[in-house]
């Protein structure tokens, strides 16, 4: 399974960005995908999560980002987008997309994206 991301780029504070990530391979099913941020020096952070459908595909979001980031997914096309609205300098770090996902023989794997630049700066 490989996810590749896209979408990053630099945008001005108050901006907008949607991120992309595209799940390829063999999958049988998708247990959660979603967004995590990091900046030099810092941990690894969540951003924003969906779960499959098994789970009502349920959303939570880091209290950072709440009212201004929307994580959805396309199941047709096993991609999830974050939209970021109202942009800040905060916001300005490497975003990875993430995927819990079943194989058709039952295992379960964690998958990562190569990561893309997103700067907020005016």
């Known amino acids: 399974v490989q996810l590749v991301e896209s979408g990053g780029g630099l945008v001005q504070p108050g901006g907008s960005l949607r991120l992309s990530c595209l799940a390829s391979?063999?999958?049988?099913?998708?247990?959660?995908m979603a967004w995590y941020r990091q900046t030099p020096g810092k941990q690894r952070e969540l951003v924003a999560m969906?779960?499959?459908?098994?789970?009502?595909?349920?959303?939570n979001y880091a209290d950072s980002v709440k009212g201004r980031f929307t994580i959805f997914r396309d199941r047709t096309k096993n991609t999830v987008y974050l939209q970021m609205n109202s942009l800040e300098p905060e916001d300005t770090a490497v975003y990875y997309c993430n995927a819990d996902v079943e194989s058709y023989r039952g295992y379960e794997s964690e998958y990562w994206g190569q990561g893309t630049q997103v700067t907020v700066s005016s």
């Open positions: 969906i779960l499959g459908e098994r789970y009502d595909s349920r959303t």
């Open positions: 391979g063999t999958i049988f099913s998708i247990n959660h």
